[in-house]
């Protein structure tokens, strides 16, 4: 596959300045590690996550950042950044509904693994490849998949438009596989969010080409909203019986996302 694809004019050889250079580049190490520290700061300042936690993103951290690329990183960190504050948005009331993910909006480790462990292996696959510009949409789809869910449970769950997504009917506010028509646009915007981001970093590191901004955008925002609806239903179906527990549930839906990316991707010929 030529990137070119997404960035006219800009070769993939390894000798060229327009290629992502990840992995174990001096200067991809060098800012991987600050931001890892910043990140470290901003949870425990922010109270973003837990003790353990904050242990575990600078596990997640430090993979994506040195095998994966310092860009990738600041995508993390931006999905970190925006869910704690759609977390904490009209607050009270999430937690006047039982609907509050903690006593005071931290994230715990579990959230951690289960948002980033997929982020992560494709971060390796990236290193043992060589192809991180490669990996870059496959990458922010997985993580486009995360931002959708939170933002659809987050803004989603003081709408009392709720229907269950395998039968359509009414809900309860908050219930496994429930949907809102705020929760649907929300998750849209999680997902586009991502996609523009990971665009425009690729697009700096690119050179500066115009590129196919739309083909990138909409297959990550696309495969995002996509992501969401699989948790949705794996909630309505497997979750509620407790088969399955809400990491896991987040787990697969991203790992499904990733695959979908991965697949349209070699299908356009993007990864030939």
């Keep these: 596959m030529q990137w070119e694809t997404l960035f006219d004019g800009v070769s993939v050889a390894a000798t060229d300045v327009g290629r992502i250079v990840g992995g174990l580049d001096p200067t991809n190490l060098w800012i991987s590690v600050s931001l890892v520290a910043l990140l470290t700061i901003v949870s425990r300042v922010r109270n973003i996550l837990d003790g353990p936690g904050i242990a575990t993103a600078i596990i ?5 950042g040195t095998l994966g690329h310092w860009t990738w990183l600041i995508i993390l960190l931006a999905f970190l950044g925006t869910g704690s504050w759609a977390t904490r948005w009209r607050w009270d009331e999430k937690q006047a509904k039982g609907l509050a993910e903690s006593e005071d909006g931290h994230r715990e480790w579990q959230n951690v693994v289960a948002n980033g462990g997929v982020p992560g292996v494709v971060a390796i696959i990236a290193f043992v490849s060589g192809n991180w510009d ?3 949409p496959v990458y922010c789809a997985a993580i486009a998949v995360a931002a959708a869910d939170t933002f659809a449970s987050e803004f989603g769950c003081l709408d009392n438009r709720v229907r269950m997504i395998t039968t359509m009917k009414s809900c309860e506010a908050g219930m496994n596989g429930g949907w809102s028509p705020n929760g649907q646009m929300a998750a849209a915007a999680g997902a586009f969010m991502i996609g523009v981001l990971g665009w425009g970093l690729g697009w700096l590191l690119q050179g500066g080409s115009t590129g196919d901004a739309i083909t990138f955008i909409g297959l990550v ?3 995002g909203w996509i992501g969401c609806q699989v948790d949705s239903v794996l909630g309505a179906t497997l979750e509620n019986r407790g088969l399955i527990g809400k990491g896991q549930v987040n787990a697969i839906s991203i790992g499904i996302g990733a695959l979908l990316a991965w697949q349209l991707l070699d299908y356009i010929g993007w990864l030939a």
């Design 134 to 136: 490669q990996m870059l």
């Design 60 to 64: 997640l951290g430090t993979i994506v």
């Design 221 to 223: 925002t696309a495969v």
